[in-house]
Each structure stands twice: as C-alpha cells, then as structure tokens.
C-alpha cells in the first residue's frame, strides 16, 4: 500500500500539472452533454409487442396475424394477462403491449365500436411515438377492412369504429432528450476513462519517465492500479457532474432508481473502461499510435451500442459484435434506473457480464505490460 500511494500522488500530481488535459477531462464532456443531445435523432426499425388477447374471437386474431403481417412488429408472446404483458413492459422485453378487450368481436358486431388498449415503453421516446403510430395505423387499415367486408354483405358498417387509447411508460411526453442524455453521458465517461488513461501512460514511453518506473522493484500490479485508480476517481466525477449539473439543470433528468445501485455500476463499468485503456497503452508506443487505436474503437463501442441506433434493428452480425461491447450494457442499465428505476434484480445479468469484462481486459493488460523495451 506505501508503494501504491506514493505512485497515485505522482499521478494526481501529473494529472493537476497539466492544464490541457484538465479541460479535456472536466470541461470537454459537460460542454458535448449539453449541446450533442439537442441534434441527436435516429430512426427505428423493429418494435416488439405482446398482444393480450381476452376475446379470442376470429377478430381478435385476424387482427394480430394483420399486425404481426405488417412487417414493423416482431410477436413476443400472445397470453391472456395483462399483469404479464406489463412484466414484459417492466424488463425490456417489449415495446408495445395491446390489450383486446373481452367481447370484442360482440361489441364490434351488435355497437358497431369498440376499445383498444396501448401500453407503450417510452423509455425511447422515438420508438414509442413510431411503434404507436405505426399501431394505430393497423388498426386504422383493419377497421377499413371490416367497414368495406360489411359493405359487400349488405351489414350497416358506416359507423363501425375502433378506437386505441394509449399510455405511455416512463417517458409520458416522449422527450427525446430524456433518452439521449444518459446515453451520451455513458459515452463522454467511456471516452475519459479509456482515451485520456491510455494518453498518459503513452506520454511517460514518449518522455521516457516510464524507463525509470521500469527499472524500480515496483510490480506490475503496482503500476497498473497507479495508473487505473486516478482516472477511476476522474470518472465518476465526470458522471457526477454531468448527471447532476448538465442532465438535472438544463434539461429536468432525475434519477427515479437507486444511486446507491448506478454509482455501483459506474465504479465496475469504468474499471472495465480502463482496462481497456490500459491494454491499448501496452500494444502502443506513441500517442499518435494510441490515439488511432482509441479512436478505432470508440467509433465502434458508439455506434454499436444502441445510443443511436436500437440494437434490435441492426442485422443478426452486428447484434453479436453488440453483445461484446460494454458501452451497450451500461446504456441500458443508466436509463433503466435513471427512468424506470429498476433494482438489483433487473440489472443482475448486466453485472456479471461488466465484472467478465472488467476481469478479462485488466488481467489481458497486466499479461501484456512488460518492464523491459
């Protein structure tokens, strides 16, 4: 423990020495969080939706099968409770959940209109305003549908309507920027906790003071947790700063979950972070060198992480390269308990995938730092 504190109060020192990097680090990120998600969009694909079917009627089902036709929703499951479609809702599993009411091809026949019920996942807002949308005009085409075979029976269809009354979880006014901020904010930590980590131990190769570290006893493990620990602190600092000045502030994000539970992942989330900092400093040799590297696989962990683009919608390979990234799962988990306030129980699966990751990419780092040239 001397060795190791001795080696974090060189590394603050160097770290508050270094005006350009303090801005990098403090003011870069709260500068991008407050502007970037004011002209960020993307589009969506895929909506997933539970049908509660309670009529089982032959309208009932041809009305599913016209939906699950459409070509915009993939059929999660079809079931008789809505207390289950609402578990679907709760843990991500759906975007949509359609509720047919019981005696829905009676009402239809002998009234002539008839209820539906939507509940909408607007955690992302733009996926529940195209997914209801994109509902609402089935429904709409199959009620034409049902007026026009009326018609050519000579049956009374010039009043027949169905109508879908909607509600939408989490997110009721569709904000955009609710979705955006947590996820843009998951990517400036990511940014300071692997690039500037990597930076700097490039910097002590190119200075030559990583030369007389090398000659020292200090061990391997040493260095690497003199290197880690600062930008871990530097980290959560970041996502304190833009959670709470910029998300809060400017644009009204309060946490619904546990602090306790996302600051407990943040600190997991960035040592796998930083590993993998780490690991691109030992296969570099320069900062010119690890800037490209850095670079390459930011490009990557942002544009496959669901922050743009739903992973739902990407082609099964890109699903798979998905699945390896840890952007994605801290994504998912922030704007889980910052909007839904999930708990442990919901992000269970997300912790023991970031621990692997953390695992495998500092142990990868400690194998490959080698004290000689």
Known sequence: MRVLSFLLQKEFKQIFRNPTLLRMILAIPVIQLAILPLAADFEIKNINVVVVDHDHSTYSRDLVNKITASGYFVLVDYNNSMDKGFGYLESDVADVVLEIPPGFERNLVRENHEQLFLAINAINGTKANVGGGYLASVISSFNEEIRLEWFQKGMPAKSTVIEAQAINWFNPLLNYQFFMVPGILVVLVTMVGAYMCALNIVKEK?????????????????????????????????????????????????????????????ALYLVAVLGIGLLVSTYSQTQQQAMSLAFFLMMIFLLMSGLFTSVESMPPWARVIAQFNPVTYFIEVVRMIIMKGSGFQHVTRHFLIMAGFAAVFNTWAIINYRKHT
């Open 206 to 266: 190119e200075v030559g003071t990583i030369e007389q570290i090398n000659v020292t006893p200090i061990r391997k493990h040493h260095f690497i947790l003199g290197k880690l620990i600062p930008f871990w602190v530097i980290g959560i600092f970041v996502f304190t700063l833009g959670l709470f000045l910029v998300a809060r502030l400017i644009y009204g994000i309060v946490p619904v979950g546990s602090l306790a539970l996302l600051y407990g992942y943040l």
